[in-house]
Nanobody, 121 residues
């Protein structure tokens, strides 16, 4: 079984910063792309940022220049450093990873349960 556990969400004022972390655990053979998605009330879940095992990153236009995604492969951990936060960044943030479990030979998508980020004064 593969699990993704996020941490680091909370309440922050506009212009502030937060750092999200997500650790993958369980019977993992390999992790390919890891990423962060978010979903605000009434909206669809949307891509925030992704990073490959080789460190290639991709960002949504709305967060470019403010958010930075990084990962530590040995720790099976992905981070999202969020700076200059805006009220419109308020959402539940989900970690996602493409994982080959030990008992399988193909990649499957796994999701964390989400962490709330609220940007408000």
């Amino acid at each position: 079984q593969v699990q993704l556990v996020e941490s680091g969400g909370g309440l922050v004022q506009p212009g502030g910063s937060l750092r999200l972390s997500c650790v993958a655990s369980g019977s993992i053979y390999s992790i390919r792309t890891m990423g962060w998605y978010r979903q605000a009330p009434g909206n669809k879940r949307e891509l925030v940022a992704t990073i490959t095992s080789g460190g290639i990153t991709n960002y949504a236009e709305s967060v470019k220049g403010r958010f930075t995604i990084s990962r530590e492969n040995a720790k099976k951990t992905v981070y999202l450093q969020m700076n200059k936060l805006k009220p419109e960044d308020t959402a539940v943030y989900y970690c996602q990873a493409d994982v080959i479990p030990l008992v399988a030979c193909i990649y499957s998508q796994y999701w964390g349960q989400g962490t709330q980020v609220t940007v408000s004064s």
